[in-house]
């Protein structure tokens, strides 16, 4: 990765940032607790993947119908953002294979 990608790469996040401060206060603080159960759980290629520019669109028109950010994504935003990862590979699987144990009860 070059310098130009880099800087090309933090012009995509501050305008990203830009959309995100740009929402209503509930629509960010939902995002902020997205964002940040996704960086701790989520897919491994989050950073540079569809995944939360696909989130800042959907509350982007949330916003602009009128809706509230729980009318949206419903009260459970755990329950929101695994529904949102799916099967993608995750960080956990991930340590799980460095490990080489297979998930316990509580993992499944």
Do not use: N
């Amino acid at each position: 990765m070059g310098i130009r990608d880099i800087i090309e790469d933090k012009k995509r996040w501050r305008a990203h940032v830009a959309r995100v401060k740009a929402l209503p206060l509930d629509y960010r603080i939902v995002y902020r607790e997205i964002q940040q159960y996704l960086f701790k759980v989520g897919p491994v290629d989050l950073p540079d993947g569809p995944l939360l520019p696909g989130i800042v669109d959907f509350f982007e028109e949330g916003a602009a119908t009128g809706k509230g950010v729980l009318d949206l994504i419903g009260d459970d935003v755990a329950a929101f953002c695994d529904d949102l990862v799916g099967d993608s590979r995750t960080r956990a699987d991930v340590l799980r294979e460095c490990t080489g144990r297979e998930p316990g009860p509580a993992e499944r």
